[in-house]
Antibody, heavy 124, light 107 residues
Framework: QVQLVESGGGVVQPGMSLRLSCAAS????????IHWVRQAPGKGLEWVAV????????KFADSVEGRFTISRDNSKNTLYLQMNSLRPEDTAVYFC?????????????????WGRGTLVTVSS | DIQMTQSPSTLSASVGERLTITCRAS??????LAWYQQKAGNAPKLLIY???SLQSGVPSRFSGSGSGTEFTLTISSLQPDDFATYYC?????????FGQGTKVEIK
């Protein structure tokens, strides 16, 4: 089954760190760029970060630049989002989403496959 | 940064109605626009890409049009399953931005 499954969400205090994972199955993970997108409670979608199929290209939203890092392990078909110095405004459901472009450098397309998301709550 | 503005923010409609949602970009994005549908508690689902291409498996009552800075999503005959929130997204020049969403409610 073609799918993305996020994990690692939870409740953390401001200033703490958290690492999210996104496990892929049913497709050639190492051929696609993958994005993180978040959605604060009751709000719209916000693009967070992207990594190219080979890990060589990365880009972040201004709101998380310098605090979040993105990486992938193609041998494990898994994407990661390391979130440091978390703030209350980072509270959201975090989705991973596949870039529709195959072997694109940099990734530059729409999102054709989404995970169901994992909730991150930053609160004291 | 490219800003995306959707209108209206909320829309009340009845089953069988024709529906149009508009999305405007702050600068030209050619045809690099997608539309997604999201139901409460679920992930977004891709409906339209490249402004007017229908994603595989999406009903033909959904259609998209436009280029440059003005785009529309049309549902030709609203079905009960279509009550949801719709987002446009630009993917131009190694950047991605979503509109604020349009919630389609039952009249």
């Amino acid at each position: 089954q073609v799918q993305l499954v996020e994990s690692g969400g939870g409740v953390v205090q401001p200033g703490m760190s958290l690492r999210l994972s996104c496990a892929a199955s049913g497709f050639t993970f190492n051929s696609y760029g993958i994005h993180w997108v978040r959605q604060a409670p009751g709000k719209g979608l916000e693009w967070v970060a992207v990594i190219s199929y080979d890990g060589s290209r990365k880009k972040f939203a201004d709101s998380v630049e310098g605090r979040f890092t993105i990486s992938r392990d193609n041998s494990k078909n898994t994407l990661y989002l390391q979130m440091n110095s978390l703030r209350p405004e980072d509270t959201a459901v975090y989705f991973c989403a596949r870039d529709a472009g195959l072997y694109q450098l940099p990734p530059n397309w729409y999102f054709d496959l989404w995970g169901r998301g994992t909730l991150v709550t930053v609160s004291s | 940064d490219i800003q995306m503005t959707q209108s209206p923010s909320t829309l009340s409609a009845s089953v069988g109605e024709r529906l149009t949602i508009t999305c405007r970009a702050s600068q030209s994005i050619s045809k690099w626009l997608a539309w997604y549908q999201q139901k409460a508690g679920n992930a977004p689902k891709l409906l339209i890409y490249d402004a007017s291409s229908l994603q595989s498996g999406v009903p033909s009552r959904f259609s998209g049009s436009g280029s440059g800075t003005e785009f529309t999503l049309t549902i030709s005959s609203l079905q009960p399953d279509d009550f949801a929130t719709y987002y446009c997204q630009q993917y131009n020049d190694y950047s991605w931005t979503f509109g604020q969403g349009t919630k389609v409610e039952i009249k």
